[in-house]
């Protein structure tokens, strides 16, 4: 029920702080230790490279989860959308294993490969919402995000849950596997601070309110940037701005900008930069600097440690491999009252379902 709130978004948005701690709680034994199943870890110890597989903002969460994934565990990941893989598999590795994220445990297009994988006998695993659904039941294994249900056609603290399983599991097999950077990595610790983090931001709903006021409501289109983990954020940003305001909007490699795409900003173009790494944030300050004296309206997104005088939203501190858990709170805030502004249905937007279950 969504109570008190006048949309399932915004309510869902709140909850993912208790979310973060309900993983902590969830995955962790009386003892501190990490539970995960020893088999999956035995599994995935033996094989040699790791194939996500998703939709939508599944697979941006797949993104996200890549980065810290391979620190961690020292296994290569690849992210696929399934209604590319299934028919255009790529050449596989000696010791592929699959794992597919999704929401709802329903969607076909991930389903339809699963079928395939299954049939060529590589294992797999499920990390999904939904207890007891189908991809859930025809994966190897199964991890569960345990969000609670999530209403909305936009999804949000299902992306935000499902980072936070991957960091759960990429935690154990690095430590299972010995790697010192996952033995060293307090997971359950840093979750907590992010939890505290993101209440920070849901709790500055006037101020970003009022920012998308400024940049957004007379727009038809904008831009959010980024490098590395901040541009796989920028893309769920855009798809969440897109799906629910209309707003044609597109997340974008910071430095490919010049390479083409700069030619569609024009006078007011709002251009978001997330900034979340010391080293990449002063190369996408300079695509910025490049698209504002062509005329773009810059907002920034930037880390407190990094900011400077003049971004609009600061995120605090968190540890840097998981910095997109965060950053992507004020961005889905940013669609919700984008699409408030303008009048529209935030939990049910134009030719949308919740589950896709067609290819
Ligand atoms: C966007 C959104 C979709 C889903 C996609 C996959 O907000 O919700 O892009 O992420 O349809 O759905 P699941 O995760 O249920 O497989």
Redesign the pocket.
């Known amino acids: 029920e969504k109570g008190t709130y006048p949309y399932y978004m915004l309510k869902e948005i709140d909850e993912q702080p208790v979310v973060m701690r309900k993983i902590v709680q969830k995955y962790q034994t009386i003892d501190g230790e990490i539970a995960i199943d020893q088999d999956l870890l035995t599994t995935l110890k033996s094989s040699d490279r790791v194939y996500i597989v998703?939709?939508?903002?599944?697979?941006?969460?797949g993104w996200a989860s890549k980065k810290f994934f391979e620190t961690l565990t020292h296994l290569p990941v690849e992210i696929h959308l399934?209604s590319e893989f299934g028919y255009n598999m790529p050449l596989l590795s000696k010791k592929p294993f699959f794992i597919?994220?999704?929401?709802?445990?329903?969607?076909a297009?991930?389903r339809q490969v699963l079928v395939k994988t299954n049939e060529l006998g590589h294992p797999s695993l499920t990390i999904?919402?939904?207890a007891g659904s189908t991809?859930s039941r025809e994966a190897t294994y199964t991890l569960l995000l345990h969000a609670g249900p999530?209403i909305?056609?936009?999804?949000?603290k299902?992306?935000t849950a499902?980072i936070a399983v991957m960091a759960v599991l990429a935690k154990a097999l690095g430590t299972e596997k010995g790697i010192a950077n996952a033995v060293e990595f307090d997971l359950f610790h840093e979750l907590g601070l992010i939890a505290t983090a993101m209440e920070t931001m849901i709790n500055e709903k006037e101020h970003l309110e009022e920012l998308t006021a400024n940049y957004l409501s007379a727009t038809r289109n904008a831009f959010y940037i980024g490098r590395g983990n901040d541009y796989y954020v920028s893309m769920?940003a855009a798809?969440?701005l897109k799906?629910?305001s209309y707003i044609q909007a597109e997340g974008f490699a910071a430095g490919e900008l010049k390479h083409g795409t700069i030619a569609l900003i024009e006078e007011g173009t709002p251009v978001i930069g997330i900034i979340t790494d010391a080293v990449t944030g002063q190369h996408t300050r300079g695509n910025l600097q490049e698209v504002k004296s062509r005329g773009a309206n810059t907002l920034v997104i930037s880390s407190e440690g990094l900011a400077k005088p003049d971004d609009q939203i600061l995120l605090p501190t968190v540890h840097p491999l998981l910095t997109s858990l965060l950053a992507v709170v004020p961005t889905q805030l940013i669609a919700y009252f984008a699409t408030l502004q303008r009048g529209y249905d935030v939990d049910k937007p134009r030719n949308?379902a919740?589950?896709?279950t067609v290819e």
Do not use: R
């Not at 998703?54 to 969460?61: D, E, F, I, L, P």
């Not at 597919?100 to 969607?107: A, K, P, V």
């Not at 909305?152 to 949000?156: C, K, L, P, R």
């Open positions: 998703a939709c939508g903002t599944s697979s941006h969460a399934s597919y994220l999704s929401q709802s445990g329903e969607t297009d991930s999904t919402n939904v991809l999530e909305a056609v936009a999804s949000t299902a992306y499902q769920e798809l969440k799906e629910i949308l919740k589950s896709v």
